[in-house]
């Protein structure tokens, strides 16, 4: 039963939906293409010219506030300075303070603030701003107070308030070195927003910030902003790193701020207003959309000046094409437009051509039925009629060399008898099918799938025989490499059936009990497999060292950092990779059962490197350390497992190992012929380099 669609079927009713477009929307259509992209591009030039901006202020906001924060830094250095030259003085030394008091008061008036002096539970002495109605300093600073005497180095302290009657400031203190004294030196705020604002360009607002988050000073030097605290959400992004860019709220203003920590805890934040940025960037967009709407009009009012004028001469061609239709005739019309009038000729001459087409429409028929392959049309007597591009790629010869040759010409000698099998197919209405090969331009020869069949004119007469032929290469060379993969399968299978067998009989000879024989058989089982997986995942073409080393010792390790490799990225080859698999199981084993990963913090270090013997020849050394675990000691008796890491590894490598048990960790080393293990590309770059060795040791 048939789906109908408003009382069509569903073909009928999707094609009714895609209706032909007049030219005029067509053309109107092309305008706006031509449109779009220089419209996309200015978007796309608009996105990344605000990108490039915001950038440029992120750059320029960072070294602003390093720049400010560098001037900042300076300003307290000179304190200490100050400081730290007055914390020398014979007098303070001496405990004569009138007199220090005398020599503090010259060396405030050289610089901003004031200087004071304190002792270790922060009591003043004296100040040099006067008479102080506090005769201790504020509690928050005792303790850095007792730091400073502790580590004998300056310290800044954070904003505070001296007296609830005094102005808020910030004390750079040093410490008296041989006495118990601490000196303070005053930053008041006011000052330092000259700092402040001598950098800060128009436009911008930076902000100096203490280590609690408040506000010491702005570049606006507005007073009420003076031990504001920053926002805890603002506090934690300022946390984050030394440096960094975020938006915020700059006096209820989105903004843009880069700030930069100094050495003392306190924080520079630069800020710019998101409308001070982006206020050009919008005066420039405006008058881009301006300049678009202007030219979108302008190109539509000539796309439809061009439109009228292709349309009437379009329908000059729409009633030669009516006329065609309709089994009639047509002369060639003038047109001013070259094209057209190349396509009305085009059309007359096709409407004349009409009654000799039937043979060419046959053959493209033909081609259009078994279009995708190699298609060529054939006459009776053996010559090329027709050739199309999957031909030219397939065989080598061009349409303009094909047409007319011989088809014996791509038939091998051997193969000839086909020619007599496809014309009596084709005499007696038949296709035929048939795998054989051809010859190509320079002489190769390409395996290849035809299907001939007839070609017929109106009369029913056999006038051509239409060959397509598909390159079957590819499928004949993939069956022949299944072939070798299934012969080389069942040849693998059969070693490895064998190989099972003699561990499991060696394995039963150390077994006291069916248990210890099916853990022991079934953990050396898994070992090989996890060897093979390598392989399979390779093709069976090796399998790195590091990658070798790390599948066998996964089961055993649950921290990854209790193993260590390093060496060079070197390819094994199959036989190897089985043969150093079973040592490293056996290895792996010994330490998760005796050695380093039997017990949290032990290690296990594999080690590889590529040397050279006297004659030259590459070899590869490996060692497998274990430290960190209980103490080594000499073992009483050797099993299957010390048979497979000291004679089974020597015998199928024709490797020399060494085993070492020192009380600190287990140790095995072997060496061996790097032909013996390493696939070929591997073991040319091992010569290259011992043949290096060899000759750096005769110079």
């Not at 700030?259 to 520079?268: E, K, P, S």
């Not at 009228?308 to 239709?325: Q, T, V």
């Not at 099918?433 to 020869?445: F, M, N």
Request: glycine residues 8%; contains cysteine.
């Amino acid at each position: 039963m048939s789906v109908t669609v408003f009382g069509k079927e569903p073909w009928e009713a999707l094609r009714s939906l895609c209706r032909p477009v007049p030219l005029r929307v067509a053309l109107a259509l092309m305008a706006l293409g031509v449109l779009l992209p220089s419209i996309i591009f200015f978007v796309l030039e608009y996105r990344t010219a605000m990108g490039d901006k915001k950038s440029d202020i992120r750059a320029f906001g960072a070294l602003l506030s390093r720049a400010i924060g560098d001037d900042i830094h300076r300003e307290v250095a000179i304190k200490r300075a100050q400081l730290s030259a007055l914390a020398t003085s014979p007098e303070l030394r001496s405990d004569d303070l009138s007199a220090f008091q005398e020599q503090a008061t010259k060396a405030a008036q050289s610089f901003s603030g004031w200087i004071t002096l304190l002792t270790a539970d922060g009591q003043i002495l004296f100040s040099t701003q006067g008479s102080s109605t506090s005769s201790t300093h504020p509690a928050q600073n005792l303790s850095l107070i007792r730091d400073v005497l502790r580590s004998g180095h300056c310290r800044t302290s954070n904003l505070y308030r001296p007296a609830p009657s005094e102005h808020l400031t910030v004390s750079v203190l040093c410490p008296a070195h041989g006495t118990s004294y601490v000196l303070a030196g005053s930053l008041p705020p006011d000052y330092l927003c000259t700092v402040v604002r001598k950098e800060t360009p128009p436009g911008w607002l930076t902000t100096l910030i203490d280590g609690d988050g408040h506000a010491v000073a702005r570049s606006d030097c507005a007073t009420s902003v003076v031990d504001m605290r920053v926002s805890p959400m603002a506090r934690e992004r300022l946390a984050r790193a030394d440096d960094g860019w975020m938006t915020l709220s700059l006096d209820d203003t989105e903004a843009y701020g880069a700030w930069h920590h100094l050495a003392n805890g306190w924080t520079v934040l630069a800020a710019v207003p998101r409308a001070t940025m982006e206020g050009p960037m919008r005066r420039w967009r405006t008058q881009i959309l301006w300049s678009l709407l202007v030219f979108s009009g302008l190109a539509f009012i000539s796309a439809a000046l061009v439109g009228e004028w292709i349309i009437r001469s379009i329908k000059s061609l729409s009633r030669a094409a009516a006329e065609i239709g309709a089994g009639r005739t047509v002369e060639p019309s003038r047109s001013s437009i070259a094209e057209v009038g190349a396509v009305s000729a085009a059309l007359a001459q096709a409407s004349q051509d009409r009654a000799r087409s039937e043979i060419a429409n046959a053959h493209l028929a033909a081609l259009v039925t078994y279009s995708g392959d190699a298609i060529m049309s054939v006459s009776l007597d053996g010559a090329i009629l027709s050739w199309n591009s999957a031909a030219e790629q397939l065989y080598g010869f061009t349409a303009a060399e094909a047409i007319g040759r011989q088809q014996a010409d791509l038939i091998p000698a051997h193969r000839l008898k086909e020619l007599d099998e496809k014309l009596a197919a084709a005499r007696a209405g038949r296709s035929l099918r048939l795998e054989t090969v051809r010859r190509r331009k320079d002489g190769s020869l390409v395996e290849v799938s035809l299907d001939a069949g007839p070609i017929r004119n109106a009369e029913g007469e056999l006038v051509g025989i239409s060959v397509i032929a598909h390159d079957i290469s590819q499928r004949k060379r993939n069956e022949e490499h299944m072939e070798f993969v299934m012969r080389e399968l069942s040849h693998r299978t059969k070693n490895l059936i064998t190989v099972i067998i003699a561990m499991a009989r060696r394995t039963a000879r150390q077994s006291g009990d069916f248990h210890y024989f099916e853990e022991k058989f079934t953990g050396r089982l898994h070992g090989l497999a996890r060897s093979h997986d390598l392989l399979v995942q390779t093709d069976w073409m090796g399998a790195s060292i590091d990658e070798l080393v790390r599948s066998q010792l996964s089961p055993f390790i649950t921290d990854p950092a209790s193993l260590q490799t390093s060496g060079p990225e070197l390819l094994l080859r199959p036989e190897a990779v089985q043969n150093l698999g079973f040592a490293l199981h056996e290895l792996a084993t010994n330490a998760n059962k005796f050695g380093a990963l039997c017990q949290p913090g032990g290690q296990v270090e594999f080690r590889w490197e590529v040397t050279a013997n006297g004659n030259g020849e590459p070899r590869i050394r490996m060692q497998w350390s274990e430290t960190g675990g209980p103490e080594v000691a000499q073992p009483t008796r050797s099993g299957f497992g010390s048979t497979v890491i000291q004679k089974l590894t020597e015998a199928s490598l024709n490797a020399r190992v060494t085993t070492t048990f020192e009380r600190a960790g287990f140790r095995w080393e072997v060496d061996m012929p790097a032909n013996e293990i390493l696939s070929e590309g591997d073991v040319a770059v091992s010569g290259l380099l011992a043949t290096a060795a060899s000759m750096q040791r005769m110079h």
